[in-house]
């Protein structure tokens, strides 16, 4: 994990937050190429469930809700706090139901020679709490949204009254939400601030129907990840024991990844029932049932729940392609989540004649919309290819005095270290064969 946190933070994928200041607990900064990856994660998955879905239409709600929004889905109330204990010693807390996190603590205590007294534990509401208002005194209490799920929720019926959307069919979102986190660690992995991709899949209130439903996402969420290159031995499917079950989940199953601090979920695949349409009609009154006028019937759908970390994702994404091989370090991310899908190097830097034509092709591929082309003509050239190795661009181009004399240039494998000399003309159509 250490090398994950030091290549990240040497090659600008991400940094912590306000790091001059000395940092905030939780929060993390992506710089450009972490940037370009979390997008890119974004993308393929904005593009996988909603653009290549005719069943599957996209929202973006507040972050801002009605304080009564959490009432409704019990944000506010006793299953959404976590009770704390306290070290009297050092004062930090943590969740009361992390035994190993506390043995942990124990054991860093004993090997001063000093004994660990806990104070009573406490409830520590999760929300994020924000005021509203320009005069003081009379600013309304809101929260930043611990979860985009409800965002959805609360747009159904204008969802369902502004489409043609019939049951089957799918909401999904993507974006941030803010939780109180005892205690944030593992670089991104747990964090105050961070991003979610969600899928709100709406079925009849049918065991067999949803049951199929669900074994289905359950399948294609998996296959997501595994088609973005991730390792089969490192992605397992783990079903929440009933002791772990939220009240209302009639079934619940992560995906988990393999990192450097164990099998970590990834993604929960969950059968909400109609826990959540049902309780915003009773708190506000508004009635969201869904009218099958094929049927005749008037019900609240159930809802099947896919629900991932962008944050998580792309971190696990880093780790898995992360290697070292022949005194060089790779990221062999898919072509698809590559920062930069090409780097574009003149063989020389003090060679006019090679500078431009590199920056001529350099041109032409940042034009053919294939995705971000770096440019490098910073020291000798192997160093260049190392450099491009470990942010995880698949292929370098290189412009050489042949290419002045034939029209040539070397493409090298990221992967392979393999060059091959091409024509110039048919850069961007193999740039865009390889990408496909």
């Known amino acids: 994990m250490d090398k994950i946190v030091s290549l990240a933070k040497r090659r600008g994928f991400i940094f912590p937050g306000s790091e001059i200041y000395g940092g905030l607990k939780g929060t993390w900064d992506y710089g450009p190429p972490g940037a370009e990856l979390k997008f890119n994660v ?8 909603v653009q290549n879905r005719e069943d599957v239409v996209g929202v973006s709600a507040s972050i801002l809700m009605n304080p009564k929004v959490w009432e409704a889905s019990g944000h506010t109330g006793a299953g959404f706090a976590d009770p704390l204990v306290e070290c009297k010693k050092c004062h930090q807390r943590f969740r009361a139901d992390q035994e190993d996190v506390i043995q942990a603590h124990e054991a860093e205590h004993a090997l001063k020679k000093e004994k660990t007294e806990w104070a009573e534990p406490k409830k520590f509401n999760l929300l994020v709490e924000t005021k509203l208002g320009v005069v ?38 993507i974006g ?15 964090s105050v601030e961070f991003e979610q991709m969600e899928l709100q899949f709406y079925v009849r209130p049918e065991e067999k129907t949803s049951m199929k439903w669900y074994e289905f996402w359950k ?45 970590k979920e990834c993604e929960g695949i969950h059968h909400r029932g109609d826990w959540d349409l049902s309780r915003h009609q009773q708190f506000s009154g508004e009635d969201m049932s869904y009218f099958d006028q094929e049927s005749g019937e008037r019900f609240i759908p159930w809802v099947i729940e896919t629900s991932g970390g962008v944050d998580r994702a792309t971190l696990f994404f880093l780790v898995d ?33 090679l500078v431009k034509k590199a920056r001529e092709i350099f041109e032409d591929l940042k034009g053919a919309s294939l995705g ?22 698949p292929y370098c181009f290189t412009v050489d005095f042949q290419t002045l004399e034939d029209d040539t240039l070397t493409v090298r494998d990221r992967d392979t270290t393999k060059q091959e000399r091409i024509a110039v003309k048919e850069t961007t159509s193999f740039l865009k064969d390889k990408l496909k």
């Open 372 to 393: 971000p082309i770096a440019w490098d003509d910073r020291g000798n050239i192997g160093k260049r290819y190392y450099s491009q190795d470990e942010i995880g661009t």
């Open 176 to 190: 941030k939400a803010f939780r109180n986190e005892i205690t944030p660690g593992n670089f991104t992995y747990r």
């Open 42 to 49: 974004k993308q393929e998955w904005w593009k996988t469930i």
């Open 219 to 263: 399948k294609e969420r998996m296959a997501w990840y595994r088609n973005l290159g991730m390792k089969k031995e490192n992605l397992r499917f783990r079903e929440h024991a009933k002791n772990e079950l939220a009240h209302y989940a009639r079934a619940a199953w992560d995906i988990e990844y393999k990192s450097p601090f164990g099998w």
């Open 136 to 173: 003081e005194g009379e600013k309304e209490t809101v929260y930043l949204r611990g979860e985009i799920t409800q965002g959805v929720h609360v747009n159904f019926k204008n969802i369902l009254n502004s489409s043609r959307l019939q049951i089957p069919f799918g909401i999904a979102q």
């Open 321 to 353: 392609a992360y290697a070292e091989e022949d005194n060089r370090i790779i990221l062999k991310l898919h072509p698809k989540l590559a920062p930069y899908k090409a780097a574009v190097f003149p063989l020389l830097a003090n060679k006019p004649d």
